[in-house]
């Protein structure tokens, strides 16, 4: 199975599974005791516990890794730039709250289709079937021997962002297109 581009993934929902690279979308943390209030004067919605996810009105998507930590995912409808642009504004000052750069540190991936659970029941030890992992739902675990962050996206179809270490960018494209073959 190939990478789709972004254009091509709605007309591919049907497939048992998909995968699209998104890892050229921005992508940007923050943390600290006062990220939270610092994200909602931005206008974010954000989640009300940790390893939550919550999709914003454009598409992008802000998920709370830890009690003070928020991911936020760039839209493929704006092509990311809200998210830029809060990276390119945020300064330091006196409050407790730091910017963590994620562009250069996590790849991104996008799976779906009607046999995700299964297919990452091959790379994950983590039960990612809709009964144990709603919409909305992130799990940092390790899927294909590396740490990965996964996020339920939820839709129609199952959905899953899956963000890891760039650096293992090849070697997980890799192994997913390898769990791939299974059910293309």
Known sequence: MSSLKAEDYIGQAVQPCTLLDLTDLPRVGFRGADSAAYLQQRGFELPQAANRAVAQPDGSRVARLSQTEYLLLGSQGDQGQRIADEEARWALDHSANYLLPRQDSHAWIRLGGS?????????????????????????????????????????????????????????FLSAVQDALQEFA
Do not use: W
């Open 115 to 171: 046999l995700l659970p299964a297919l990452m029941a091959k790379l994950c030890g983590v039960d990612l079937r809709a009964q144990a992992f709603a919409p909305g739902a992130v799990a940092q675990t390790s899927a294909a021997r590396i740490n990965v962050i996964i996020i339920n996206a939820g839709g129609e179809v199952p959905t899953f962002d899956v963000l890891f270490d760039r650096a293992s960018h090849e070697y």
